[in-house]
């Protein structure tokens, strides 16, 4: 039965990570998350694998605490868990990332459609569907605003800054949706339990030969200063304070 | 030929990156998909402008011609202008070439002959320095440099290539837009959570028509309450705006929102919430109700 894959980053929850007063960035106590955007991957190939048959499977790349994502994954509806379980996930750029992920792509082997977000939700480089495609050689159709199946042909609705085009191809393919693409279902207590009691498959980078070397070298990575003037009005009557904004607002010359 | 290729499907954005590429001292090659294009992209002074010619009507289904191309020229760097489909091609073109890329840069520089980037992580938390060796791609969106003046005419090779066709177009149609074009706003006032009903967007609307201002939202007010059309969403996914007044009611803050406000002149909150992440990226806040706030500030802002 033919496969239908659903890429998802393990993203630390940008609501946790801390900016030190040195400007240091801090994600020790941030907690995990599947990429807001790779959730309406999953849902994507959950209810493409309705229409088209097939399983739809979910796939990621991370270190062993993306272990913990797999559960998640699992109870959004996807029937198993594939894991590429690699340390050097941490440092990965849009190559390595794209390599890994196709190489296990590969190894699945039996796949119709390949379903990505457009980008994580921490990097937001939107380069992994269209990398994968290069890697596997597939057709690839980015910013999807809706899917369609007709028999083994892909329909798609795409948004682009100025346009709506519709386009199709035979699959296999690679497609990247937008966030519109779908609202995916937050798992009921009954999901989350059959989730347990589903397969989990882990690759180890040494069953897929990974090349890890990549040409892009992080040199930094600091906390953004907006700055502002930060004058909050917190105490008073809301009368004043809006008499006081209003003054402001004119003084700035915005009105 | 060595140097710099540039590609952008907006003809503005091409103009900036070959006044960058100019500017880094290499040589700059502008690489179109179309003849008219081709013509335009030729009187701003590349030292080449490179026509691909191919079948398909698609600008992605060139993305391995391109890579094939780049290689056989011994390329140093492929710029795309950060749009939908420029970061599509980009990432194939990187792809294909197996090689490092950058999307969104804030910022691109050679340094000592290194290329060196900027760019936003976490919605606009991070910053992230990269240095990139060989052939590299960067996607840059517009507005980061100055466009190339007109000057001189350039060459045009004309190069035949395979298209990909795998995909195909059936049908194309301008987006029309809902509401206003919020990036081009001069004043917005912005809809978030925090609102209870969509009744209430009278409120909004009442403030908006006082200041001369535009409507938007939060991500979660157009995707989960479908109040507002989703081109009205402002944030990393959504749209980035730069307008004179940002004012907000009921918008926590969350960084991937903010991301999109980071180039408002002036950010105004207002939020029940004491706590809420906005009141530190704002220039003025107020911390109360909406519901009483902004009836009062229409009132005032009437009677400036």
């Known amino acids: 039965m033919s496969n239908i894959i659903a890429c998802y980053k393990w993203v630390a929850d940008e609501a946790d990570i801390k900016i030190n007063s040195d400007l240091s960035v801090d994600t020790k106590k941030a907690k995990g998350k599947i990429s807001d955007y790779d959730r309406n991957a999953i849902e994507a190939a959950v209810q493409t694998a309705k229409i088209l048959g097939g399983k739809a499977i979910s796939l990621t790349f991370g270190n062993a605490k993306s272990k913990q994502s797999l559960k998640d994954a699992l109870s959004r509806g996807v029937e198993e868990g594939y894991w590429v379980n690699a340390e050097e996930a941490i440092n990965a750029d849009g190559v390595v990332t794209a390599r890994a992920l196709a190489a296990a792509i590969k190894k699945i082997g039996d796949f119709s459609l390949v379903i990505c977000a457009e980008g994580a939700s921490d990097t937001y480089a939107r380069q992994t569907a269209p990398r994968i495609g290069a890697a596997l050689d597939l057709p690839v159709i980015t910013s999807v605003s809706k899917l369609e199946i007709e028999g083994n042909t892909l329909i798609a609705e795409r948004k682009l800054d100025d346009c709506l085009e519709i386009v199709k191809v035979q699959l296999p393919a690679v497609v990247a949706v937008l966030p519109e693409a779908n609202s995916p279902t937050i798992p009921g207590l009954k999901a989350v339990t059959a989730a347990g009691k589903k397969p989990v498959i882990e690759f180890k980078s040494e069953d897929l030969g990974i090349d890890f070397v990549s040409n892009t070298e992080v040199t930094e990575t600091k906390g953004y200063v907006m700055n502002r003037k930060n004058i909050i009005l917190s105490e008073g009557d809301a009368a004043d304070k809006v008499k006081e904004l209003a003054a402001a607002l004119r003084k700035e010359g915005v009105l | ?304």
């Open chain 2, 1 to 304: 030929m060595a140097g710099i290729y540039v590609y952008s499907d907006r003809f503005d954005i091409a103009a900036e990156l070959i006044r960058f590429a100019k500017e880094t001292g290499k040589e700059a090659a502008a690489v179109s998909l179309d003849e008219g294009a081709a013509q335009q992209l030729s009187k701003l002074g590349a030292d080449k402008v490179y026509l691909l010619n191919g079948d398909s009507p698609i600008a992605e289904n060139y993305g391995k011609a391109i890579a094939e191309f780049l290689k056989n020229e011994g390329a140093d760097l492929f710029v795309v202008g950060a749009t939908a489909r420029g970061r599509d091609i980009a990432a194939r073109v990187a792809g294909y070439l197996g090689c490092g890329m950058v999307s969104d840069v804030s910022s691109v520089n050679y340094i000592d002959g290194k290329l060196v980037t900027e760019r936003m992580m976490y919605g606009g938390a991070v910053v992230q320095s990269e240095a990139l060796k060989g052939l590299s791609v960067v996607t840059i969106p517009a507005g980061k440099f100055e466009a190339a003046a007109k000057e001189g005419t350039s060459e045009i090779i004309s190069i035949d290539v395979t298209a990909d066709n795998r995909v195909s177009m059936v049908e194309k149609a301008a987006i029309v837009k809902e509401g206003a074009d919020l990036k081009a706003a001069d004043k917005v006032v912005c809809i978030g959570m925090g609102m209870e009903k969509a009744e209430d967007i009278q409120m909004a609307k009442d403030l908006a028509a006082v200041l001369g201002a535009d409507i938007g939202c939060t991500r979660g007010i157009a995707e989960e309450r479908h109040w507002l059309p989703v081109e009205q969403y402002i944030g990393i996914s959504g749209v980035e705006i730069k307008p004179q007044l940002y004012i907000s009611m009921g918008v926590s803050g969350q960084v991937q929102h903010m991301f999109g406000v980071r180039e408002s002149k002036v950010i105004t909150a207002i939020d029940t919430n004491e706590k809420a992440p906005i009141f530190k990226s704002a220039d003025y806040g107020i911390v109360g109700d909406m519901y009483e706030i902004i009836p009062l500030l229409s009132q005032a802002l009437k009677n400036i």
